[in-house]
Every structure is written in structure tokens, then in C-alpha cells.
């Protein structure tokens, strides 16, 4: 592996972890990752603590930045505009080019575009939160914002709602579907933490969208009509519904790879072109397509991926699903199944008068997936009874195990323990 030149296209956390894990593996490679978005590494996941002036940006980066030199990673801060992988060439905007043996495309999501009327058109007042440089827009327009409205019942959106609501700004939130994170929420959970975000002040809306974005003077966003028929002013317009890998511009690339929903790769994370591989959010992996885009798969998938890189046989597989979350300061954690297919049973219990719930789902007679709002909890713990297929009621008894011991957050488990034993019979 002596001086194999491996090159990384993204510094999130697939391309950073990729790097790190090709540097204990390969010595004296020489290893460079390229970005446009950022010199340096940053914890996207905390981005909303930026924007809420809690953290500056140079405090989100996990790495001191001594760490880059020190580990022989050469950073460029710079867009790719072509690959050509007859030469082994990658090409930037500044007119550079870089050689390699081995490159990753490792660049992420970016956000979905609706098509709604006048969003095209508008020139200034329209944010997204994915980014650094939507971070960088945000912080310009939330000073003067007076109505604002967020467009898109999930993560990114209720974390643009929060730093809205920390700056004082107005804020509606607009959800299509039935129920806030309805791809995670179970009826229940979603009217605790529904009744939690309005208790902040905010105008929560389900069952309703964006259908037409008016503009004022110099195409700035002024107003929306929504799928009700109502208009409301708005001079900032959050747009979070949902993320799409970022591949669109490789198809006008000397050498594209397969591309469908994202980069095609084997389970070896190998892309239709022997040289390339891709992993990470922009990845459509295996024969069944599926694209993950969450931080702890894309960190599993850069370990992988370095692997296969640098010579190991790897297939990868799907792990147990896992997410955690917060809304405002609400905790919310879901491993396994997060809803019940056909034959599966649900068993639901909450706390009275308290943001507390537990949600169990059953599937051929195992315990296969888990929901929890109010405490923080041990998702290791549930995987293990996931792959053991542990019968619900063992669960049951066992819930305190999984608790994190927290200063004045455990939250007793008796009442919904009862609940739950009830739902059993």
C-alpha cells in the first residue's frame, strides 16, 4: 500500500471516518479529502447550537485542527467540478487537479426543492438547514425575520423551529402529514410531543402545506397561501422536507458512475467503475437499493468502506435501526421497527399529565422494535434483545435496565410498566 493515493470527495462524517480508518491501515498512503462546503470537519448534528449562539463554529469540529497535520490528511477546501477515471483525475473549480489510485465519493445529502408556485422565483427569504452555508443564511435573515414559517414535520425542521423560537422569531410550523415525524411517531408520542412544541409558542399545523409563496419587492419572499386556502405573511421560509443524496452533479462527470436514487455500489460499497467507491447518504447500496441517511449508519459505512479501500472483503448489511433526538428539550430515542407491519402488535403506554410514553411493537412473537419519549435510554441494550428476539414481556420487566442513570432524569417506569402488562392480556 506504500504512497497509494486515495482521495475522499466530502468531509462529513462517512469521508472523515473513512480517512481516519485508511490511515491506520495504509501508513504511507497519501490521503487528501476535498470539500466545498467546509476547510474543515464539523458536526452537522449540531448546527442548531451554532445558530442559537451556544457554540461557535469552530467549536462543532470533533478534531483539534493540529489533528489533520499530524495524521498526514491533506485538506483541500475547494468544489469538485469533474472526474476522470481513464487517468485517475479529479478536477476543482480552482482549476486544480488531484491523482489518486482510489476515490470515495462520500458527499452527502442535499436538501429536497418543492415545486411550489413562486419558489423558483425568489431571490432572497428561502433558507434550508442542511449546510454550512445554510447555517451562514440563516444567521443573515433570522435578525430582520418578523413571520417566519417552517415547511417539513421532521428533524431538521423542528431544530430550525427551536433556533427560530430562541431568537423570538414568530414561527408557523406546516406538516403534511396527519401527525408531527409521522415517519417515526406513533399517534400517541406524536400528541405529547405535538402539545410539547405548541407549549413553546408554536403555531403547529398538520394536515397542511405550502401551495403558492408570493414575492414582494426584489423577489423577496413576503407571503405564503397554504393547501387551506389561508395566506399568511412571511418574509423567511424554511424549507425541510427531507433530504436527497447530493449526486446531481455527477452526471456531467468525463466518468460518472451508476446512479439512481443515489450512487450505485455493491455491498463492497464498490460503484459501477473499479477505482470508485461511495458510501455514506449519497450511497444507493445492493441489489435492494436501499439509501441510509443517518449519522450513525454513515459513520459505520465510512469504517466499511475504508476496509474495503485498502483490500478487506466486507458485505455490508443493514443494521438494527436506531435514531435519538430532541425536541426542544423533550428526548426521544427509537430503535428496530419504528412502526407495525401487517400482523404485528403495538403495546402503548404514557404517563399521565407527563411527556412520557412507551411504544413496543411484536413481530412474529419477538420484541422487534421500541419508541420512547421523556428519558434517555441505552440503545445497545435493545438491539441486543432485537438479534435475541426477547418476547415483549421480557422487555417489559427488564426497561430500567436500558435507562441511562441521569441526575433527576430516570424517570420511574412502575406506572407504565402496568400499563403495558395490561396490554399483554
Known sequence: MAQQKFLIIGNGVTGVTAAMTIR???????????????????????????????????QLEPYERSVWKQKKIHLVHDWVTDIDATRGLVSTSSS???????????????????????????????????????LEKCEQLIPSARNATVVGGGLIGVELVECL?????????????????????????????EAHLRHHGIDLRTNETVARVGLGQNAQVAEIETSTGQNHPCDLLGVTIGVEPAVSWLR??????KIGRGIRVDDSFQTSIPSIYAAGDCAEIGSSGFVEQLWYSA??????????????????????????????????????LPHPGAGDREYFSSIPGRPVSVRLIEHNGAFAGISLLGSRWRHELFERWIAEAQPVSFVIENLEKAQFDVEFGRVPMGEVRAQLKRCLT
Open 24 to 58: 491506520a491501515r495504509a501508513p504511507q498512503a497519501e490521503i487528501t479529502i476535498i470539500s466545498g462546503e467546509s476547510p474543515y470537519f464539523f458536526s452537522r448534528t449540531a448546527m442548531m447550537y451554532a445558530l442559537m449562539g451556544h457554540m461557535e463554529l469552530p
Open 96 to 134: 486544480r487537479s488531484f491523482a489518486f489510485d482510489r476515490l470515495l465519493l462520500a458527499t452527502g445529502s442535499c436538501p429536497r426543492q418543492p415545486d411550489w408556485p413562486g419558489l423558483a422565483e425568489a431571490r432572497s427569504g428561502v433558507v434550508n438547514f442542511v449546510s454550512k452555508q445554510d
Open 165 to 193: 423560537v430562541h431568537h423570538k422569531v414568530p414561527v408557523r410550523f406546516l406538516v403534511r402529514e396527519p401527525h408531527f415525524f409521522h415517519a417515526a411517531l406513533g399517534k400517541g408520542e406524536a400528541a405529547i410531543v
Open 252 to 257: 456531467t462527470v468525463s466518468t460518472p458512475p
Open 299 to 336: 459513520k459505520r459505512q465510512g469504517e466499511l468502506v475504508a476496509r474495503s479501500m485498502t483490500g478487506d472483503k466486507v458485505s455490508y448489511a443493514r443494521p438494527v435501526f436506531f435514531n435519538s433526538s430532541k425536541f426542544f428539550d423533550l428526548e426521544f430515542t427509537t430503535v428496530g
